[in-house]
């Protein structure tokens, strides 16, 4: 039995995002959320899911506002998503397109 490879249906903003597999330092996190940022800014991009707002990730006093940590955004052209998720506990997190 044959199986079609389904096709990449980003546009080429989509394309050109910069992922980030794993974060190995909280500043990467927090350059990535950056990115994040400037893409809604743009106007392509729409926030899909959020933890909490994405400026308010820390708190008064500089402190994680969570555990786990996550902003989901979606294309408006081409619908493809992105997530930004950081789990502080674990120092562990990621930038990439949702599968």
Known sequence: ??????KSTMCDNCKNIKVIKRFPTPDTYLSALEQVRVLLASGNYEIEFATCPIDQVEDANGYWVDDLIAHQIKCKQCGTSFICSCDTYHGIGRFEKTK
């Open 1 to 6: 039995m044959l199986f079609n490879k389904r």
